[in-house]
């Protein structure tokens, strides 16, 4: 009998914010999630990983700049905490692909567990924020309702 895989992360519904392709692209974030954590599994885990740390750092970036250009047009007053976020994100997943590509300590288990939990951490706590704001623009009528 064949066990069926089940996913490291699970989209929820509780994590939409209402704003159809930031949901999109954070649904891409938890797959890219799931495709990483399968790629620690098994014997070729190193060439797998590399690969797809490369797509998930590549579309990590994309998905930043689209989210900080939709709070610059709406001058969302939290931009300056929200960028810093992103940054210091950023600068701790290179720091652990560098390890990784030095041959440094480095266990993909331990930064997929990382990456999940900030990712619905800051799906959660942070963008939530600038959704409500969203919300609230949108009630005062001083944005179109899409």
Not at 83 to 93: A, L, M, N, P, R
Not at 116 to 137: N, Q, R
Request: hydrophobic share 45%; charged share 30%.
């Amino acid at each position: 009998m064949v066990e069926e895989v089940k996913d490291f992360v699970t989209w929820e519904d509780r994590y939409a914010l209402g704003i159809p392709f930031i949901d999109a692209q954070h649904k891409e974030l938890v797959r890219l999630t799931n495709e990483l954590f399968l790629s620690c599994q098994g014997g070729t885990a190193n060439d797998i990983f590399r690969e797809t740390i490369k797509a998930a750092v590549k579309y990590v970036a994309e998905h930043f700049s689209a989210e900080e250009a939709m709070m610059s047009r709406i001058k969302y007053p939290g931009l300056a905490e929200h960028k810093k976020e992103h940054e210091v994100f950023v600068q701790k997943v290179l720091e652990d692909v560098q390890h990784f590509e030095a041959g440094r300590a480095f266990v993909p288990n331990t930064f997929v567990r990382f990456l999940k939990d900030w990712i619905l951490t800051h799906i959660a706590m942070s963008d939530k924020k600038y959704a409500d704001y969203i919300m609230h623009l949108k009630k005062l009528g001083k944005l179109a309702p899409h």
